[in-house]
């Protein structure tokens, strides 16, 4: 208002100034004096409870009583804060209170015998104003006899003088307790539960699947995963590159752990791919990319696999998002 008056002409800066503020007085007046439903609905409600019941699923385990459980609220996928409470004698909380627009969503976390839980995301539909979650828990234990990897997939791409490799693992747990590790990571102060050699010299570039930056450690080329493992296991994947001297690089496949099925699968660019330990290379397209495939069944747990790619090119980088289908494809 005041730049409008001042770039006004001559006497008229008083009248268009007067003018201005009246429109706007009478306009503020007009709002206050309207009804506020039409306000009020535009409100996100906050009468939505969540009912947790938290559930131990190994036999004979023990109860799931006086835990702490924390609410975190989420608005468009960031979140927002969070609320505490603790659970009655039958593992029974309620959260009240709750913003119940679609905007919101909702997700319970605990620790219980030294293990992290995550609910799936909750939200309220339509009028809803109630909602049951039920959070599964089991018993924790560090006995990894029921621990095993069930499959293994490297698959490899070029990107100029760089190899990207993704690492996928599929983790088996066939106990009926929760295997949190035993091995204090001391830069984490949380036990390893998995630990992954890595090529010497590479370098991580990106937790893909099943890992957590708050959970990851790495120590002597090595990543170190300190989530417990849950009955019937979970699904990981990673991905690092490593620079290389053409025309040969080798590197390790070290299986830390006993692994049912190992492929690798590799972008055929004219090179050569050999491994004293794994089966014949075998060519197949995916997407009309030709890969270099080999296989190995029933490695045992400090089996190392000595692999060899020969004949390395000096090739335009690829498209990301295109690989990373690509990459899916070749896994399954």
């Not at 659970?87 to 997700?107: N, R």
């Not at 760089?162 to 830069?187: A, F, H, M, R, W």
């Not at 570039?205 to 930056?213: I, S």
């Amino acid at each position: 208002l005041l730049s409008m008056r001042y770039r006004s002409p001559g006497g008229k800066r008083k009248v268009i100034a007067r003018k201005l503020y009246v429109s706007l007085f009478s306009i503020l007046t007009i709002l206050a004096l309207l009804p506020l439903p039409a306000m009020a609905q535009a409100q996100t409600q906050v009468d939505g409870t969540i009912l947790v019941q938290l559930v131990n699923k190994t036999p004979n385990g023990k109860g799931v009583g006086d835990l702490s459980l924390e609410l975190k609220t989420f608005v468009d996928g960031a979140e927002k804060g969070s609320t505490k409470g603790k659970t009655d004698a039958q593992g029974k909380f309620q959260f009240s209170g709750l913003s119940t627009g679609p905007t919101y969503s909702y997700q319970i976390s605990l620790t219980y015998q030294e293990a992290d839980y995550t609910s799936e995301t909750i939200a309220f539909k339509n009028d809803e104003k109630t909602k049951n979650q039920e959070v599964i828990v089991w018993d924790a234990t560090d006995d990894d006899k029921a621990i095993k990897i069930g499959a293994a997939h490297f698959v490899v791409q070029f990107e100029g003088d760089v190899l990207k490799t993704t690492e996928y693992y599929q983790i088996d747990n066939s106990g009926d307790k929760t295997y949190i590790g035993s091995k204090v990571v001391s830069s984490l102060g949380r036990k390893e539960t998995l630990r992954f050699y890595l090529p010497k010299g590479s370098q991580m570039q990106q937790l893909a699947l099943g890992l957590m930056d708050c959970c990851v450690a790495f120590e002597n080329e090595a990543l170190i995963d300190t989530m417990g493992i849950e009955p019937g296991g979970k699904e990981i994947a990673f991905i690092y590159s490593a620079k290389f001297s053409a025309p040969n690089y080798t590197f390790p496949i070290v299986a830390n752990r006993a692994i049912d099925a190992l492929s690798l699968v590799v972008e055929d660019k004219g090179i050569k791919v050999s491994s004293p330990q794994l089966s014949p290379p075998q060519v197949t397209k995916i997407e009309n990319i030709q890969f270099i495939v080999l296989n190995k069944q029933n490695i045992k747990q400090g089996e190392t696999i000595q692999t060899t790619l020969s004949g390395l090119p000096n090739s335009n980088p690829v498209n990301s998002l295109r690989w990373i289908g690509i990459t899916l494809l070749a896994i399954a």
